[in-house]
């Protein structure tokens, strides 16, 4: 970018700051989010109702920020796979998945992961970089279908918690009024469980929360998430415990099913223990195997049956329907590995 900065991205009190700067009238912050974030534009010349000197400046020194995606991928189940530029020879993958009158999109927040977890494709890819605010929202707007998306999962490449500024700050271009004014009731935001950054989350932002669990037991959690060690199980139940989520704002736990490693009716009862006076739903999601990890998936059976003893104890237990499966953009599958060692950046 020759060394300019983007605008898009760029919460109120940013535009703010950066109008004052400049020495401009306050209100110019306004106008400029409206540009950003209010039209359909991508050039800071078509910013009409600022003065052609403030452009010149503005373009001197930034661009608008907007990145078009490079490539799309469609499934035979209407998904579509979206790959976007980060960085310098760095991608991200965001997937677009319609389901009746729904276009849900799943934003990536990391150019890979740290995380290391064991059936994630993405964490098998390592870490690049974080993305930043305008990144994350860039994955919403600069999609064909941005106009029509109804929900947005931050459930993409990455621990949206060890970037949480960033997270933050895309959640609020996302849904204040003068950026996007979409209810934060439509946004669900996933993490792993990092135990400082669910407390800023939930203190911070009024999205709703989803924890990968994907077992009750500390030993075989640490076994497929080394986040365990730092973060225990334990101590994530305790902030949700302390939280109200018997209004709007919901909280689900993520559940890969493997076979024979989490489906038995002890998981289960485990789980009833466990989230004991927490509403909440349980989400089952189908494993997709990858390469170089010895976990399996579940057969149909033992899936729907262990999904039926989570129902009889009392928690609202759903499947998961698996999208986007023959273009790689189901749940654990995304990662520009293979990109990333094509370009030299391994």
């Given at each position: 970018?020759?060394?300019?900065?983007?605008?898009?991205?760029?919460t109120?009190?940013?535009?703010q700051?950066?109008?004052?700067?400049?020495?401009w009238?306050?209100?110019?912050?306004?106008?400029?989010?409206?540009?950003?974030?209010?039209?359909?534009?991508?050039?800071?010349?078509?910013?009409?109702n600022?003065?052609?000197?403030?452009?010149?400046?503005?373009?001197?020194?930034?661009?608008?920020?907007?990145?078009?995606?490079?490539e799309?991928?469609?499934?035979?189940?209407g998904?579509?796979?979206?790959?976007?530029?980060?960085?310098?020879?760095?991608?991200i993958?965001?997937?677009?998945?319609?389901?009746?009158?729904?276009?849900?999109?799943c934003?990536?927040?990391?150019?890979?992961?740290?995380?290391?977890?064991?059936?994630?494709?993405?964490?098998?890819?390592?870490?690049?970089?974080?993305?930043?605010?305008?990144?994350?929202?860039?994955?919403?707007?600069?999609?064909?279908?941005?106009?029509?998306?109804?929900?947005i999962?931050?459930?993409?490449?990455?621990e949206?918690?060890d970037?949480?500024?960033?997270?933050?700050?895309?959640?609020e271009?996302l849904?204040?009024?003068?950026?996007?004014?979409?209810?934060?009731r439509r946004?669900?935001?996933?993490?792993?469980?990092?135990?400082?950054g669910?407390?800023?989350?939930?203190?911070?932002?009024e999205?709703?929360?989803?924890i990968?669990?994907h077992?009750?037991?500390p030993?075989?959690?640490?076994?497929?998430?080394?986040?365990?060690i730092?973060?225990?199980?334990?101590?994530?139940?305790e902030e949700?415990?302390?939280?109200?989520?018997?209004?709007?704002?919901?909280?689900?736990?993520?559940?890969?099913?493997?076979?024979?490693?989490?489906?038995?009716?002890?998981?289960?009862?485990e789980?009833?223990?466990?989230?004991?006076?927490i509403?909440?739903?349980?989400?089952?999601?189908?494993?997709?195997?990858?390469?170089?990890t010895p976990?399996q998936?579940?057969?149909?059976?033992?899936?729907q049956?262990?999904?039926?003893?989570l129902?009889?104890?009392?928690?609202?237990?759903?499947?998961?329907t698996s999208?986007?499966?023959?273009?790689?953009?189901?749940?654990?599958?995304l990662?520009t590995?293979?990109?990333?060692?094509?370009?030299?950046?391994?």
């Open positions: 970018m020759n060394g300019k900065t983007p605008l898009f991205g760029k109120l009190s940013e535009l700051a950066l109008v004052a700067s400049y020495g009238p306050k209100f110019a912050a306004r106008q400029m989010a409206d540009w950003l974030y209010g039209k359909e534009i991508s050039l800071i010349d078509e910013m009409s600022l003065s052609k000197k403030a452009r010149e400046l503005l373009s001197e020194h930034h661009t608008f920020g907007l990145a078009e995606p490079v799309v991928k469609t499934s035979t189940d998904t579509k796979k979206y790959l976007f530029p980060a960085g310098h020879d760095q991608f993958e965001t997937a677009m998945i319609p389901f009746k009158d729904r276009k849900t999109v934003v990536s927040t990391q150019v890979g992961c740290k995380m290391g977890c064991l059936f994630c494709m993405t964490g098998k890819q390592g870490f690049q970089g974080q993305l930043t605010a305008g990144e994350i929202a860039n994955q919403i707007r600069s999609i064909p279908e941005w106009r029509e998306v109804t929900n999962v931050y459930m993409g490449m990455g949206s918690f970037n949480l500024d960033e997270v933050l700050k895309s959640v271009i849904t204040a009024e003068w950026g996007y004014a979409m209810s934060p946004i669900t935001v996933s993490s792993i469980g990092i135990v400082p669910l407390i800023r989350f939930l203190d911070e932002c999205a709703h929360l989803a990968s669990l077992t009750p037991f030993e075989e959690r640490q076994q497929l998430m080394p986040v365990q730092a973060y225990p199980l334990d101590d994530v139940i949700v415990r302390k939280r109200d989520f018997g209004g709007q704002r919901r909280v689900s736990f993520e559940y890969i099913v493997f076979g024979g490693f989490n489906d038995t009716p002890r998981h289960a009862k789980l009833s223990r466990l989230l004991t006076g509403k909440c739903r349980i989400n089952l999601i189908r494993f997709h195997p990858i390469p170089g976990l998936a579940t057969d149909e059976i033992t899936l049956a262990f999904k039926d003893q129902n009889n104890k009392g928690l609202l237990t759903t499947i998961r999208r986007g499966l023959d273009i790689d953009a189901a749940c654990g599958l990662s590995q293979a990109l990333a060692i094509r370009s030299g950046n391994p």
